[in-house]
């Protein structure tokens, strides 16, 4: 980490404070802000740009220790120690001394601290300013606005107010970037960003903190950091100096907030008089939010609420917490007032029925806020109790501990009803199959369930969702092209297993050949709710954006899916975050962009907990593989597929996922890519067996462009036309061109794909196309094409799919080619070039014919592009058409075939003598 942080973040705001204080007739500038947001660091910034552009800058500071002294922060202006008695005799000496120094260029005074200054300090500041003209520029901490010396300052008006803010969220991201010397997850940026509200010295004692206690480490390539807040010794005492000089009053206040927050005002206004409130909120302690219909309290800061919690005892906790429970008791029941009460009570160490903390348990599973319905189940002791907690345990992705618990509950007394051991037995297998990895241990629970008896009610239902789940990520045997997805919307009464059935109906219909239906399902609200699941919630999401971008429609899928990561970052969704990275990264790669889907995709893989399930990781990982592939790193894609390849169960249908990656990562390598093109063929007809029509238009789409194959061709047509989405007729069409050497399908192809934004896949049709006509030698058509790919070419940002026809270098012109057409392409006629050239205009017409041919172009207005020159051409010839002959450096450049932009020289009349 760099031993000191850059200042960063802070142009604009200087910049305006230096022109503030260099227009003459309005006021000075005073920063405000809280301490560590880098006043004093604007303050010297401002004052070394003031002396760079000539003024006379004067440097001071106020200090709260010398308040009482007489000019104790301006004793680099006063007289000789003789000559201090009288202030009359001291303020004309310091203007004088003022006056000399400067002499006539601008004077600054620049004042830290104003606040403190001492009283005769701040009236020699404000007699300077008003007797020689000085600009004030002074910085002062919120709340002290009251002080003396800055009310002095404001009611002349010798500067005026410019409050300074923290940094905000993208400049916090870029300055861990620079200081911790690598990429930085977005989780964690914000979260920083969030508990320092981008405060530059807040934020270094944090990151300092975090990383002397190992929370913030490296997952990968990226920065992450996981765990609580740690307890610094220097971030601690910062705070807790900004929240000394508390009233009793004020401090109870505070202490209810900070282990509540956010606590509703109207159960704080129970506890606290009004007034208390008012104050704390003046001084930015604490503030007042609306959050839907509710007015809520939070610490105005959240290391303060740390700060006050890390100083509360036990005891001091406990009665806080007690308090809280009798206030929210006592007073307005909304439907969350027994969730609260419970929990306070609880915190409190007060008894509480057994059956109210089930109940609290559930409801906070129901609002989607599993760790509460852990923390709350814990205390039940109860077989209904152990059934809460199981399900807040898988929700949460901590399977080995809710396996335990599940198997204890399947082997329990028999008290439990038949339709909720049931519905554990499905909760069982979903946890065993994508969690633990066991899938066989998962469909012997579930055959049990169905042999113990016929469950009632829903639980046949939730049943029946674990099942397809299993078949879909089981061993592939069975055909699910026609499988009743009836049980995934109805019936399942089990919040948890509920979180299952929107993305598991999502990705069997987008990969059944149905991408289109889940676009449009989203985009009506059928689909996407809230999943108490938290990693079947980010699974719904990446099915939304990969829906999107398997129908063509690749801009909805970026918009869905940088919207939906910003949310889930700001609500600190790790797995969703992950899998919203990872969808961006896909796009990206859809695009043809790999080197910008690189950082997303390290991102998701950083985001990811091992304990995730195991489908996700196989997508995430899989096109991290093949990303890397992409940009030249083989080694290291190699080993991340043989990371997911060692994690994945043996009788998985994802291994086909893990064969299509390493198809495309063979299809960047010279070498590999017929036998890649030759797996990607066999996995495309093994798709097509069993009904997976999207993963097989994938496959075989792959297998044609590295080796173009009738058969192959055919096989994707015959999938395709069994599938909804436009793209894939698009993918059809291009298979059929390649295989035909179908120029014109191949341009139309490419046209329809660059408009969805498909960048690479249109590269590589024009590609394609320019290969065909170069091979029937038509060269006219193959140098067009040509200038088509290099237009492409910027859009894919340096990426070519290597596998692509090598289109052959653009036919050279001759000197006196290229030199007709860059006086035609800048509007000289035939016969002005003859005359200038001193050639026959027949002469001038066959060097532009000729050139038109290698260029592929039809006429002059072409010219520009085919030659790359910078449009609008200027209306001149070459230099060497001049007057005057051009410098010797520049005729060795043209003998060398090098010329020098067009219009570098001015033209007149006549060639130069000697040429």
């Not at 300092?208 to 005492?237: F, M, N």
């Not at 191949?746 to 690479?760: C, F, K, M, N, P």
């Amino acid at each position: 980490m760099r031993p000191t942080w850059p200042f960063v973040g802070r142009t604009a705001e200087v910049e305006a404070a230096v022109a503030g204080i260099g227009r003459y007739g309005e006021p000075g500038v005073l920063l405000v802000g809280e301490a560590g947001v880098g006043k004093s660091r604007m303050l010297e910034s401002a004052a070394l740009r003031c002396r760079d552009e000539g003024m006379h800058v004067v440097v001071t500071a106020g200090a709260e220790a010398s308040n009482g002294l007489p000019f104790a922060a301006m004793a680099a202006l006063l007289p000789e120690r003789g000559h201090r008695d009288d202030p009359a005799n001291v303020f004309a000496a310091a203007a004088g001394t003022l006056r000399e120094a400067a002499g006539d260029r601008t004077c600054v005074l620049v004042v830290d601290d104003v606040h403190h200054l001492d009283d005769a300090s701040a009236a020699l500041v404000q007699h300077l300013a008003a007797t020689t003209g000085a600009r004030v520029l002074a910085a002062a901490r919120t709340g002290s606005t009251g002080a003396p010396a800055v009310v002095a300052l404001l009611r002349r008006p010798f500067v005026r107010v410019s409050a300074v803010e923290g940094l905000n969220r993208a400049t916090v991201g870029a300055l861990l970037v620079s200081v911790l010397g690598g990429p930085v997850d977005g989780l964690t940026v914000d979260r920083l960003w969030r508990v320092t509200r981008g405060n530059p010295l807040f934020l270094r004692h944090l990151v300092e903190a975090c990383r002397a206690s190992g929370t913030l480490r490296r997952a990968g390539d990226v920065w992450r950091w996981k765990g609580q807040i740690p307890v610094q010794h220097r971030l601690s005492d910062l705070v807790a100096s900004l929240l000394g000089g508390l009233t009793a009053e004020e401090a109870h206040a505070l202490s209810y907030v900070a282990h509540a927050e956010p606590v509703p005002l109207d159960v704080i206004e129970t506890l606290v008089d009004a007034s208390v409130l008012v104050e704390l909120e003046q001084r930015s302690l604490i503030t007042v939010e609306r959050v839907h219909r509710d007015l809520v309290v939070r610490m105005g800061h959240p290391l303060y609420g740390e700060s006050v919690r890390a100083r509360s005892g036990a005891e001091r906790r406990r009665d806080v917490h007690r308090a809280l429970a009798r206030a929210v008791t006592h007073g307005d029941t909304a439907d969350h007032a027994r969730l609260r009460a419970v929990t306070w009570r609880l915190a409190a160490g007060d008894p509480v029925p057994g059956d109210q903390v089930v109940g609290a348990a559930r409801d906070a599973l129901t609002r989607c806020d599993a760790p509460l319905a852990e923390r709350l189940a814990r205390h039940a002791g109860t077989a209904a109790g152990a059934g809460v907690l199981a399900r807040a345990l898988v929700a949460q992705d901590k399977a080995g501990e809710a396996e335990e618990l599940l198997s204890r509950c399947a082997a329990g007394d028999g008290t439990e009803p038949p339709d909720e051991l049931a519905r554990l037995a499905a909760l069982r297998a979903l946890n065993l199959c994508w969690n633990l990895r066991r899938p066989a241990e998962a469909a012997e629970v579930v055959r049990s369930a169905r042999v113990s008896g016929p469950p009632g009610g829903g639980a046949a239902a939730e049943l029946a969702v674990a099942e397809l789940a299993l078949a879909a990520f089981g061993d592939g045997s069975a055909d699910l092209s026609s499988a009743d997805l009836s049980c995934l919307s109805a019936g399942v009464r089990d919040d948890v297993i509920a979180s299952v059935c929107d993305p598991l109906r999502a990705y069997l219909d987008v990969y059944l050949g149905r991408p289109a239906r889940v676009a449009d399902a989203y985009a009506a609200g059928r689909l996407g709710g809230p999943r108490v699941w938290s990693a079947m919630g980010a699974a719904a999401a990446a099915c939304h954006v990969e829906a999107l971008a398997l129908t063509g429609r690749l801009d909805e899928a970026f918009a869905v899916a940088r919207s939906g990561y910003r949310t889930a970052v700001e609500r600190e969704a790790s797995a969703e975050a992950s899998l919203l990275a990872f969808g961006v990264g896909v796009c990206e790669m859809w695009a043809g962009r790999p080197g910008r889907a690189l950082p997303r995709l390290q991102e998701a893989r950083a985001l990811l907990d091992d304990h995730a399930p195991f489908p996700i990781q196989v997508y995430v990982f899989s096109e991290h593989a093949v990303c890397l592939a992409a940009v030249g790193r083989f080694a290291e894609s190699r080993r991340v597929l043989e990371e997911i390849g060692r994690r994945l169960p043996a009788a998985s249908n994802l291994r086909g996922h893990l064969t299509l990656a390493e198809v495309r990562v063979d299809a960047q390598i010279e070498g590999r890519r017929v036998k890649a093109a030759e797996a990607g063929a066999s996995l495309g007809e093994h798709y097509r067996s069993t009904g997976w029509y999207t993963k097989a238009v994938e496959a075989f789409y792959h297998s044609v462009r590295l080796r173009p194959s009738r058969v192959v061709a055919e096989a994707l047509h015959e999938v395709a036309g069994r599938c909804d989405s436009e793209l894939f007729a698009l993918f059809d069409r291009h298979a059929q061109a390649v295989v035909g050497g179908d120029v014109d399908g191949l341009l139309t192809v490419a046209d329809a794909l660059e408009a969805r934004g498909y960048h690479s896949l249109a590269w590589e049709a024009v590609s394609s196309a320019a290969g065909v006509a170069d091979g029937r030698g038509d060269d006219r058509l193959a140098a067009r094409l040509r200038i088509r790919v290099r237009d492409l070419a910027p859009l894919c940002e340096g990426y070519r799919p290597p596998w692509t026809a090598n289109t052959g270098p653009q036919a050279a012109l001759s000197e006196r080619e290229r030199e007709t057409c860059e006086l035609a392409a800048g509007g000289l006629t035939n016969d002005a070039i003859a005359e200038r050239l001193c050639l026959s205009r027949r002469t001038v017409a066959n060097h532009l014919q000729r050139a038109y041919g290698k260029l592929g172009v039809r006429s002059r207005d072409d010219l520009p592009r085919a030659l790359g020159l910078e449009r609008p051409v200027p209306p001149v010839g070459l230099a060497w058409l001049a007057g005057n002959p051009p410098p010797e450096r520049d005729r060795r450049t043209w003998a060398a075939g090098v010329r020098p932009p067009l219009g570098a020289y001015p033209v007149l009349s006549g060639p130069p003598a000697g040429l």
